[in-house]
């Protein structure tokens, strides 16, 4: 035992602490739909990421346990060496063809592909220019990659194109980072905009699509969200949001991709998905392929509730209710969770210091007669709050 080590951990603790920025686990396993319990009460979710539920979906369920019943619950080592059964490179053609792209590459996770992907692209004499709402794995990417590194304000396209102007002649390659839909704020990326720039600069696009596949862009992500599909050379995204399964992957030109499994170190240095969860991505696809109505469900609950309290339309499942201070996001999630709705508070260093918010994600499974109770529940809220 090392007291020193055990004082810094308290230290560290005792301060965030506090400062409210403490972080709990606590048990909470789901009951069918919507429903979570939480010490011992059962409330209505509107904070889980599962925005089609199918991770609860039998199809998805008995796809999960037929794979592991014929492959086994692991994979047995990275997909370099023995871990590449056919259902990864099964999973990989029907994202590619999902995407519009020509190749795919999956990986174990959406943090693990970012991790993976961008030291892999930039080194030491490129420059990475980011939103400056980018989720945190892109900027552990970053990190990695050695490349300098600058933000640009929050879907500012103006002050992108300054960043270009200034710095792209004196790198040798540039890569520009965004979340497609923007986890924390649920506001889409001007994603066309965005490509024209970077093409006109010689910049390549990566869009990080954890938010956007199943519930924009009729279930195909950002990149369709705008009409004719936007020719994105690098989209990223999730299988643990809507597709409720998990790993992560990229979409894009075959060599980029032979790249990657040649050289992304999260890749070949980590075991291969399970084949249950690589089997449920699939037939949770199957889905969002032929439900087009099913997956149009979340941002339809979730514009419900913006109109029942005046919010502005929302872009995504996605609705923030920015408090400020810690304590207040704190409390109001306190006071729904009283009324029977889990809504997390989130809090910085997850977003800018000075906007706590409430984080609301709406789903499929949602009833109409709940979210018409949890909008009274947030007006009773925010008006105790003002
Ligand atoms: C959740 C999330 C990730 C991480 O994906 P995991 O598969 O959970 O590791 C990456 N990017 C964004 C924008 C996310 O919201």
Not at 168 to 184: K, P, Y
Request: one cysteine or more.
């Amino acid at each position: 035992m090392s007291a020193s080590l055990t004082a810094l951990a308290a230290d560290k603790l005792a301060d965030l602490e506090a400062r409210n920025l403490r972080r709990w686990l606590k048990d909470s396993p789901r009951d069918g739909g919507s429903v979570i319990v939480r010490d011992g009460r059962r409330m209505i979710s509107f904070c889980c990421n599962d925005y089609l539920n199918l991770s609860q979906d039998p199809r998805v369920i008995a796809a999960a346990n037929a794979a592991t019943a014929r492959y086994g619950t692991g994979s047995g080592g990275s997909r370099l060496i023995t871990g590449n059964y056919p259902l990864l490179g099964e999973l990989e053609a029907r994202l590619a063809a999902l995407k519009g792209a020509e190749d795919c590459i999956v990986f174990g996770s959406g943090y693990l592909a970012n991790i993976g992907i961008i030291p892999t692209l930039v080194g030491k004499q490129d420059v990475i220019l980011a939103d400056a709402l980018i989720h945190n794995c892109m900027i552990a990417g970053s990190r990695l990659s050695g490349a300098a590194y600058h933000q640009f304000r929050h879907n500012d396209l103006q002050h992108l194109e300054t960043l270009l102007q200034e710095l792209r002649e004196t790198h040798r390659h540039c890569l520009i980072l965004t979340d497609g839909v923007f986890s924390m704020d649920g506001d889409l990326a001007p994603v066309p905009a965005l490509l024209a720039l970077a093409e006109r600069h010689d910049a390549w696009l990566l869009t990080d699509d954890a938010h956007g596949i199943g519930v924009v862009g009729g279930g195909r992500g950002s990149s369709f969200a705008f009409g004719d599909k936007v020719e994105v050379p690098l989209q990223m995204g999730t299988l643990s949001k809507a597709v409720g399964s998990y790993g992560g992957y990229l979409c894009a030109d075959r060599p980029v991709i032979d790249l990657m499994k040649t050289r992304a170190w999260s890749m070949v240095y980590s075991t291969g998905l399970p084949p249950g969860v690589v089997a449920a991505s699939l037939a949770a696809l199957d889905i969002i392929e032929n439900e087009p109505d099913y997956c149009a469900r979340p941002l339809a609950n979730a514009r419900l509730f913006c109109d029942l309290l005046g919010l502005p339309a929302p872009e995504s499942p996605i609705v923030p209710i920015i408090l400020g201070a810690e304590t207040r996001a704190l409390e109001a999630s306190r006071k729904l969770e009283a009324e029977g709705f889990l809504v997390s508070a989130i809090r910085p260093p997850t977003v800018p210091a000075g906007t706590a918010r409430l984080r609301l994600t709406f789903t499929a499974c949602h009833e109409e007669a709940d979210i018409r109770r949890l909008a009274a529940g947030v007006a009773t809220v925010l008006e105790a709050a003002a």
